[in-house]
């Protein structure tokens, strides 16, 4: 009867723990960009679209107007996205706000500058905003162009980007970024930037902050050669693309 007791017990420990794995709450901020039916599509900082799924127990009500495309909104669910693959469906969405969700509020976006004492990111709407970081913020490790997800308390001036009345509590990285690949030939280079034409006429321009690695080309990035970046962002936002390696083609 004991050793039942104690298979019951551990099958019962082992049950709970992976339902709280599984009830993981995440939060996101984003640009809702189209609805279709139960299905909305949004834009993450750095470019990147995924689709959610809208279920009758969704909670809608602090989401002025409703669902709708061009919102920039606040999404909280449950579950893991499959971020390489860059599919949602299988996440629950429990929450949609265009407003803040408690008093530890959170926003994504992409690091663009940088320094000891404050960092600046870009949102989804294209605003920038700065903040001051203090002795007591907890502040990870990124590099410009990084998705990092920063919370906050106070109220942001959304409509002058004025963050004068936030204190920062945390910056950390957002969700892991996926590797895209561009190939083409190298048109212009310089010590910071290296722009390439694509077969179809697309010229990219991607910063070089000097940690990308170009260790395959022995004489380094020469015009005229084809070449393959691999950078994380979207080409979309190139901007804002963190280049990892250049590669010979």
């Known amino acids: 009867m004991k050793k039942l007791i104690s298979i019951l017990l551990t099958l019962t420990l082992l049950f709970g723990a992976a339902m709280a794995e599984a009830d993981d709450e995440y939060r996101m901020s984003a640009l809702i960009t189209s609805v279709d039916g139960n299905q909305f599509t949004v834009r993450w900082a750095n470019g990147e679209q995924y689709a959610f799924n809208v279920s009758d127990d969704t909670d809608l009500s602090d989401l002025t107007g409703g669902l709708n495309a061009g919102k920039t909104a606040f999404i909280s669910y449950t579950g893991q996205i499959d971020w ?43 605003f920038e905003y700065s903040f001051a970081v203090d002795g007591d913020a907890e502040v990870c490790e990124f590099s410009l162009g990084d998705t990092v997800r920063i919370g906050f308390i106070g109220m942001i001036d959304w409509e002058n980007a004025d963050t004068s009345n936030t204190h920062l509590v945390s910056i950390e990285k957002g969700h892991p970024e996926t590797v895209s690949q561009v190939e083409g030939i190298v048109y212009d280079a310089t010590m910071h930037t290296i722009t390439i034409e694509t077969d179809d006429g697309e010229l990219y321009g991607f910063s070089n902050s000097g940690d990308a690695d170009t260790s395959s080309l022995p004489e380094g990035v020469v015009l005229g050669e084809r070449v393959v970046i691999s950078f994380t962002g979207s080409l979309e936002y190139i901007d804002y693309a963190h280049m990892i390696a250049v590669e010979g083609a």
Not at 109 to 124: E, F, Q, R
Request: charged share 20%; proline share 0%.
């Open 84 to 126: 390489e693959n860059r599919d949602a469906s299988s996440v629950h969405v429990d929450y949609i706000s265009d407003g803040y969700m408690d008093e530890i509020d959170y926003m994504s976006g992409v690091v663009i500058d940088a320094t000891m004492h404050s960092v600046t990111i870009s949102w989804v709407n294209g």
